[in-house]
């Protein structure tokens, strides 16, 4: 009788344990691309900036 049991309660602790994997990963790779495309959107900011800060220069000489 406990056998059975047992063996339901560890199939399902290890689909809970898979659950959690698959969830932990996607947030590890969502923070990495989150960080990569931050950094990309950071570089053309500044890329604008500068563009912006030359023309105002150019117009004052």
């Given at each position: 009788?406990?056998?059975?049991?047992?063996?339901?309660m560890n199939a399902i602790l290890d689909l809970i344990v898979n659950i959690?994997?698959?969830l932990a990963f996607g947030l590890l790779f969502l923070l990495i691309f989150d960080s990569i495309f931050d950094s990309i959107h950071k570089r053309?900011?500044?890329k604008r900036e500068t563009a912006?800060?030359?023309a105002a220069t150019q117009s004052a000489e």
């Amino acid at each position: 009788m406990f056998e059975g049991l047992f063996s339901n309660m560890n199939a399902i602790l290890d689909l809970i344990v898979n659950i959690l994997q698959i969830l932990a990963f996607g947030l590890l790779f969502l923070l990495i691309f989150d960080s990569i495309f931050d950094s990309i959107h950071k570089r053309r900011v500044t890329k604008r900036e500068t563009a912006a800060a030359k023309a105002a220069t150019q117009s004052a000489e």
